[in-house]
C-alpha cells in the first residue's frame, strides 16, 4: 500500500453492507474527512418510476449502461481535485474491473472485498424491499470474482461499526496516510523496559498458529484451542480479536465478542510469561473496548488473581448477571 493512497474502493453483491460499512469507515478514519462515493450516487438521480423499476422489478432497460461508467468518472474528478474518496460498487465482469482499475490505477486504489451467506443476503434483500433477489443473485454468484482485494470481510455476523474499526486499524498499521487516530479511537503503543515499542492491532490469518500456542501453553486447551479448525472458525466468528506484537512475535492476544453499539464480552486475554507486569493485558483490553461509554462490557474473571486485574480497568462484580453453561464434556 502506497502511503499517497486516496481512495478505498468496497466492492461485493447487493446486500453484503457496502453502503453501511462505508459509512461506518467515515466515521472509524475521522479527523481525516473521506467523501462516500458509488454508482447509486449517480443512479439515483434518475426519475424515481425508472429506479423503481429497476430496484424492484430488476428491469433496467431505461437505464443507460453508460451511467456506470459516468459514476467512475465522477470519483475520478474528485480524485483529482484533492479529496479523500471510498468508493462502492458491484463489479461483476472481468470487463467492469478492467474499466474500474484503469480509471483509478494513478490513485493507487486500497481494494476492499465483502461476502456474505445467501441466507443472510436473502434475509436482507427482503428487508430492505428495494432490491430483487435475481439482482442480488447475481452479485453472490459473481462479485469478488475480479477483483484481486487488499482486504477481505465477511460480514455475515459481524456488524459494519466492527468491520470499519478493524479495517481502519490495518490501514493505520501499515501506511503513516492513515496514521491520524480518529473519533476517539487510539491505536496504543506500549514501551516495554529495554526494548522496541509494542503494537497493537488487529490479528492477521497468518498468525493464527502463533495466538493458538500462546494459548495453549498458557493453560487454554479446550477444544475450541486444541484443534486448528475449530480455533480458526473461533476467530473468525468473533468481533474484535488483537494481537500485541514485539519484534514480529505475538506476545499477547484478546478476544472480544461485541454489537458495537451496546454490549461487549470478553472472551480471552493472554499475555506471555516473560512480557507481563508491563501494561501489556491492560492495553490489549483498553483497546479491545475503546472508548465509547454507552457499551457495557462484561467477562467472567474465572482464572485465578484476574479479579484484581479487571477490577484496576474499572470492572466491578455484577449483581445481575446470570449465565447458561455449554453442556460439559470430556475435552473440556
Not at 238 to 249: E, P, Y
Not at 299 to 324: C, I, N, P, T, W
Request: overall charge positive; some cysteine; glycine content about 8%.
Amino acid at each position: 500500500m502506497d502511503a499517497q493512497s486516496n481512495l478505498i474502493i468496497v466492492s461485493g453483491g447487493s446486500g453484503t453492507g457496502k453502503s453501511t460499512l462505508c459509512k461506518a469507515l467515515q466515521e472509524a478514519l475521522l479527523p481525516q474527512a473521506w467523501l462516500h462515493f458509488s454508482v447509486d450516487t449517480v443512479l439515483y438521480c434518475l426519475p424515481q418510476s425508472i429506479l423503481d423499476r429497476a430496484n424492484r422489478m430488476n428491469d433496467w432497460s431505461s437505464v443507460d449502461p453508460q451511467l456506470i461508467g459516468s459514476a467512475y468518472a465522477c470519483a475520478s474528478v474528485l480524485l483529482r481535485g484533492g479529496h479523500r474518496v471510498i468508493f462502492d460498487c458491484v463489479v461483476v465482469s472481468e470487463r467492469r474491473a478492467r474499466e474500474l482499475l484503469t480509471l483509478f490505477q494513478g490513485h493507487r486504489p486500497i481494494l476492499v472485498g465483502l461476502s456474505c451467506s445467501w441466507e443472510e443476503i436473502e434475509r436482507r434483500t427482503s428487508a430492505r424491499g428495494d432490491r430483487t433477489l435475481a439482482e442480488a443473485e447475481l452479485g453472490f454468484r459473481n462479485a469478488g470474482k475480479h477483483l484481486k482485494h487488499d482486504y477481505t470481510f465477511e460480514t455475515t455476523h459481524t456488524p459494519p461499526e466492527v468491520i470499519a474499526r478493524q479495517l481502519a486499524d490495518r490501514l493505520r498499521a501499515r501506511s503513516p496516510e492513515f496514521s491520524s487516530p480518529g473519533h476517539g479511537h487510539v491505536t496504543p503503543r506500549v514501551e516495554a523496559p529495554g526494548s522496541t515499542a509494542l503494537h497493537l492491532r488487529t490479528i492477521d490469518p497468518s498468525e493464527h498458529e502463533a495466538v493458538r500456542g500462546l494459548l495453549l501453553a498458557n493453560g487454554w486447551r479446550d477444544r475450541r484451542v486444541a484443534d486448528p479448525a475449530s480455533f480458526r472458525l473461533l476467530l473468525q466468528r468473533s468481533q474484535a480479536c488483537l494481537v500485541a506484537v514485539a519484534n514480529g512475535q505475538v506476545i499477547g492476544f484478546t478476544r472480544a465478542l461485541t454489537d458495537g453499539l451496546s454490549n461487549g464480552y470478553i472472551s480471552m486475554v493472554v499475555v506471555e510469561q516473560g512480557h507481563r507486569r508491563r501494561g501489556i493485558g491492560r492495553a490489549l483490553v483498553q483497546a479491545v473496548m475503546g472508548t465509547d461509554p454507552d457499551i457495557t462490557w462484561v467477562l467472567r474473571a474465572g482464572r485465578d488473581g484476574v479479579a484484581g486485574f479487571y477490577e484496576k480497568l474499572g470492572f466491578v462484580q455484577s449483581q445481575v448477571a446470570m449465565e447458561h453453561p455449554r453442556a460439559s464434556r470430556p475435552d473440556t
